[in-house]
Nanobody
Framework: QVQLVESGGGSVQAGGSLRLSCTVSGYTYYMAWFRQAPGKAREGVAV???????EYADFVKGRFSISKDNAANTLSLQMNALKPEDTAMYYC??????????????????WGQGTQVTVSS
């Protein structure tokens, strides 16, 4: 059984940075960050594969970086140059076997409880 617990959310002004963390217990194959703003669908932000390869949504490329510390069982998301439109609840997610659509939320079966990120202009 996989358990995920996020931390690190908060409020920041536009242009600032935040680092989200997700403590992981159990075996995972791919891990990802998703976000959901009020009234909007959940969307994929970034994914890291078992071999360390990464993929990002176009709207965060060059600003966000996903990483995984296997020794510490921690997934991280470094968010720089934040924009007000980045305001959302951010979720850590995982799967235990290969999937086809890496940034599609319906592919993932393990989720954390979420952490709020608010960016003010």
């Amino acid at each position: 059984q996989v358990q995920l617990v996020e931390s690190g959310g908060g409020s920041v002004q536009a242009g600032g940075s935040l680092r989200l963390s997700c403590t992981v217990s159990g075996y995972t194959y791919y891990m990802a960050w998703f976000r959901q703003a009020p009234g909007k669908a959940r969307e994929g932000v970034a994914v890291i594969l078992y071999n360390g390869n990464t993929e990002y949504a176009d709207f965060v490329k060059g600003r966000f970086s996903i990483s995984k510390d296997n020794a510490a069982n921690t997934l991280s998301l470094q968010m720089n140059a934040l924009k007000p439109e980045d305001t959302a609840m951010y979720y850590c997610a995982a799967v235990t076997s290969p999937i086809a659509w890496l940034l599609h939320p319906q592919e993932y079966n393990y989720w954390g409880q979420g952490t709020q990120v608010t960016v003010s202009s």
